[in-house]
């Protein structure tokens, strides 16, 4: 038994001699170890490049759920677009949280205001002694309530209030027939202002297509395009047709839109790169817009124009037939377009440089019609100035050039726009000859709103130079043009609803009217002495949206936001009115006693306090009459500049919120009061 436990020993122990005996060996484990770092670095890097790209889709998508991977290929009904998006793709609470950069500066200063807008009307015990003051103020407070931090903005695609009567089924193939089928006989110009790169002929196979397999067939790049394109021609004929008849195409149309938008929810997020899918993007964010949600719009456009990109579109490719190139060519420019117009609206960087563009513009072809490619023309120029501006007149590096170097360019942008403006009104009868005007009812209203796009886009050049009195004088006409042609079309158009709808959701929702009208607000407030033109001009812009508001989503939410302005301008200037006229009476008779409202805490409240809240939210108001400022009291304060731009940006930005709990106002004041 010893001898054993000696030898287990010996056993045991031998080992540890040899190896302190060992002489002491290179090991390559070293070299090979590090090779192994660097692939996992590889790994872990484009992880975290996955995770980012992931994240940020997160935060630029309409909801959790949006661009989501279809479970099934079949036809279910599109799920209830009212609902909740689901958290299941949300980030886990311990997860480090990523701060939204583009909720800073101008955000946090709106929720400053917002506060301190909440904090007055719920401490104040008389409010002015203003009914119509507190309810002015208390809808403000409402707009701001929508404002929200941190990327949680509502940029989701549920149809909302204006849609939720409205069934998702999809409507018998004989309505779809009687549609396509008079669409063969006479191509609206809704098509063309929709779906200019898809041949009508390969539309109707996809409605056939799907019709043959009771609309579960396609592709569901093919099954949005189909919704959309039956949702642009629904629209249309209502337009051209009048009572029983024109109100179910209406029914239609929305049925189609609500359709297309739940379709588009659970589109895939890495789809391929394919002329189809680019379509179904597109024409998602045309009626994004016309749902009044440019986040979203802005969302969808980038990735058909980033698929684009990868096919090429964006370059002269000289080897494909001419027609193709004449279609993808087209197609490339619409992306363009909608990427300029909701970048400047949402104050982003547009998404896709000029410098990397060198397709031709659209030409005279057998592809197009002569009228659309007239038009695309003043668009796509119309579009690339909108990019210029964003650049070199709005942009973080712009606000810190000298007041000439961005003068300079004003000038030559304001030269720019106005050729574009000639040439666009010298090919006006071969867009739309006289002898057609009563053959397209629809498209009247919405070429006259090629004029008031001149003139908005104007308003915001002149706008950011405006340092003096006859540059600010300049900048005021413009807004005023803006709104009186609105105005005026208004007038002429009125009778026909369905017409006027077409035009509101292509005209008022696409193009930045805002800019006009927060001019206007700011100018009636300042210069309350005088307010009657301005005052006259947005209540008559306001009106112009309400016969159609119930109509579409995107029409009730403009013009409630409108709305809300409205008001409270014509509170503010009424009750500045009666203020100024109370201290004149009290210069005249010292002894006279004039109450002032205070709050709960004691303090003198007086009308310019609330003069903040809207100079907080980018709104400053120039004390003086603007034809009296001085050089330096706006444009030469970049600041200054830079929050009214942030302002129209941020209320764009609201149009993404859901405004079924607003509070409706109501006109009962005579005009320009």
Not at 6 to 24: G, H, N
Not at 75 to 88: I, M
Not at 162 to 174: D, F, G, I
Not at 544 to 551: F, G, K, Q, Y
Request: aromatic share 8%.
């Amino acid at each position: 038994m010893a001898y054993a436990v000696i030898l287990s020993w010996d056993l045991i122990a031998s080992p540890v001699c040899r190896t302190t005996q060992r002489p002491k060996e290179e090991r390559s484990r070293v070299t090979i170890s590090k090779q192994y770092e660097n692939k996992i670095d590889t790994i872990e890097s484009r992880l975290a490049s996955i995770e980012t790209l992931l994240r940020q889709a997160n935060q630029n998508t309409s909801s959790a759920s949006a661009f989501g991977t279809p479970t099934s290929k079949s036809f279910p009904t599109p799920p209830d677009p009212l609902e909740k998006p689901s958290d299941a793709h949300d980030i886990d609470d311990d997860e480090p949280v990523v701060e939204d950069l583009a909720f800073t500066g101008h955000g946090r200063d709106t929720h400053v205001a917002k506060d301190m807008l909440e904090q007055t009307i719920t401490s104040s015990n008389e409010l002015m002694s203003d009914p119509q003051l507190n309810a002015s103020l208390s809808s403000l407070r409402s707009v701001l309530s929508k404002i929200r931090p941190e990327g949680t903005a509502d940029s989701g695609i549920s149809p909302g209030a204006a849609l939720r009567n409205v069934t998702s089924e999809l409507p018998p193939w004989s309505e779809i027939n009687d549609l396509v089928a008079r669409a063969k006989e006479y191509p609206p110009i809704a098509w063309e202002l929709y779906l200019q790169a898809l041949p009508m002929d390969v539309f109707i196979k996809f409605c056939e297509n799907m019709h043959s397999t009771d609309g579960v067939g396609g592709t569901m790049a093919e099954r949005i395009i189909v919704y959309a394109g039956l949702y642009a021609l629904a629209t249309e004929f209502a337009a051209m047709d009048s009572g029983a008849k024109a109100d179910r195409y209406h029914t239609l149309s929305r049925i189609f839109q609500q359709l297309a938008m739940s379709t588009i929810s659970n589109f895939p997020l890495l789809a391929a790169a394919k002329r189809d899918n680019i379509n179904a993007l597109l024409i998602g964010s045309f009626i994004a817009i016309d749902m009044s949600k440019p986040l979203l719009a802005w969302s969808l456009n980038g990735a058909a124009l980033r698929m684009c990109q990868t096919l090429g579109y964006q370059r002269k490719m000289t080897k494909l037939p001419q027609e193709e190139q004449d279609r993808n060519g087209m197609l490339f420019w619409n992306c363009y377009m909608m990427d300029r117009n909701t970048s400047l609206r949402l104050g982003r960087a547009p998404q896709m440089p000029d410098y990397d563009i060198t397709v031709p513009l659209p030409r005279l072809c057998p592809t197009f019609s002569d009228a659309l490619v007239h038009m695309q023309n003043f668009w796509i120029e119309g579009a690339r100035i909108q990019g210029i501006i964003s650049e070199k007149l709005y942009s973080p590096r712009a606000l810190t050039e000298s007041q000439e170097h961005r003068a300079s360019i004003a000038k030559k942008l304001v030269a720019d726009l106005e050729r574009a403006f000639d040439l666009r009104v010298k090919a006006q009868d071969v867009i739309l000859p006289p002898e057609d005007k009563e053959q397209c009812p629809s498209l009247e209203p919405i070429l006259a709103g090629d004029t008031i796009a001149h003139w908005s886009m104007m308003t915001l050049v002149l706008q950011a130079v405006a340092t003096s009195p006859e540059a600010k004088s300049e900048a005021l006409t413009a807004a005023r043009t803006t709104l009186r042609l609105s105005r005026n079309l208004t007038q002429t158009h009125k009778g026909n609803v369905y017409a006027w709808a077409m035009y509101c959701n292509w005209v008022a929702l696409h193009s930045p009217v805002m800019t006009a009208f927060t001019t206007l607000f700011t100018n009636a407030i300042a210069n309350f002495q005088s307010p009657k033109e301005d005052m006259e001009l947005m209540e008559a812009f306001v009106r112009s949206l309400e016969p159609v508001r119930t109509m579409f989503e995107g029409i009730d939410k403009f013009y409630q936001l409108c709305s809300v302005f409205y008001e409270v301008a014509a509170s503010c200037v009424r009750l500045k009115q009666r203020q100024a006229e109370a201290v004149k009476i009290q210069q005249q008779q010292p002894s006279m006693h004039i109450p002032q409202a205070v709050t709960s805490t004691g303090e003198t409240m007086t009308l310019n306090d609330f003069d903040q809240y809207l100079s907080a939210i980018g709104l400053p108001l120039a004390t003086p009459p603007m034809t009296t400022l001085p050089d330096n009291s706006f444009g030469n304060n970049a600041n200054v500049l830079q929050d009214w731009y942030n302002a129209n940006t941020s209320l764009y930005g609201l149009l993404d919120q859901d405004f079924t709990t607003f509070n409706d106002m109501n006109f009962g004041a005579p005009p320009g009061t």
